[in-house]
């Protein structure tokens, strides 16, 4: 069974740019997390999808940050300006259903804003 | 509001110890979750268990051993003879009934060290 992959594993930005990244989760996994995992912390959840629809997005930083799954398979997230505190590694996860389900993580892109 | 403490930052052991890591909890939920990841150098987060609140029974797996008490909001994870290959950080996370069990909150996490 193939993992969630991700994609780019590693970008190095300047601040203001935009950046985006990639994600495909495991087949048959309706829901599809992207978390925020800085340096020294544990992940932080910044959106989550069942199928195609926003399900929490209450931690992400929306006057920058976008994120979609048109077609409740692959996501994109996208940071724009990026800031020097962005920073970190985006993990991405599925699963079956809801979060007391295993998730399985992606191997992470980890951004370097300069 | 829902909180993980991993107290211990780093802990370094010789090959062959025995290491517990800690875990406490904050949650006013009554049905909640609690779950335990491996981060090797790697990056990927490796799913280790899971375990529902009403289930307070220790489990065992190999070399891995749990102990989830209620009663001081505690999910401790102890690995018996470690190997090298046990050198990973460890992260210890909660999803609640109050979040819809969307929210998967993880502590700091603890990085194990085991030298030969």
């Known amino acids: 069974e193939a993992g969630v992959a991700q994609s780019p594993r590693y970008k190095i930005i300047e601040k203001r740019q935009s950046v985006a990244f990639w994600c495909n989760p495991i087949s048959g996994h309706a829901t599809l997390y992207w978390y925020q995992q800085i340096l020294g912390q544990g992940p932080k959840l910044l959106i989550q999808?069942?199928?195609?629809?926003?399900?929490?997005d209450s931690q992400l930083p929306k006057d920058r940050f976008s994120a979609e799954r048109l077609k409740g398979v692959d996501s994109t997230l996208k940071i724009q300006p990026a800031k020097l505190e962005d920073s970190a590694v985006y993990l991405c996860?599925?699963?079956?259903?809801?979060?007391?389900?295993?998730?399985?993580f992606g191997p992470g892109t980890r951004l370097t804003v300069l | 509001a829902q909180k993980v403490t991993q107290a211990q930052t780093e802990i370094s052991v010789v090959e062959k110890e025995d290491v517990t890591l800690d875990c406490v909890y904050e949650?006013?939920?009554?049905?909640?979750?609690l779950f335990w990841y491996k981060q090797p150098p790697s990056g990927e987060l490796v799913f280790l268990i899971r375990r529902n609140s009403f289930d307070e029974q220790n489990e065992i797996s190999g070399r891995y051993s749990w102990n989830f008490q209620k009663s001081t909001s505690s999910f401790n994870f102890t690995i018996t003879a470690s190997q090298v290959v046990d050198s990973a950080v460890y992260f210890c996370a909660l999803s609640g009934f109050s979040g819809g069990y969307n929210k998967l909150i993880f502590g700091a996490g603890t990085r194990l060290a085991v030298h030969p």
């Open positions: 949650t006013r939920d009554t049905t909640y979750y």
């Open positions: 999808f069942q199928n195609n629809g926003v399900v929490d």
């Open positions: 996860a599925s699963s079956f259903v809801t979060s007391y389900n295993e998730q399985f």
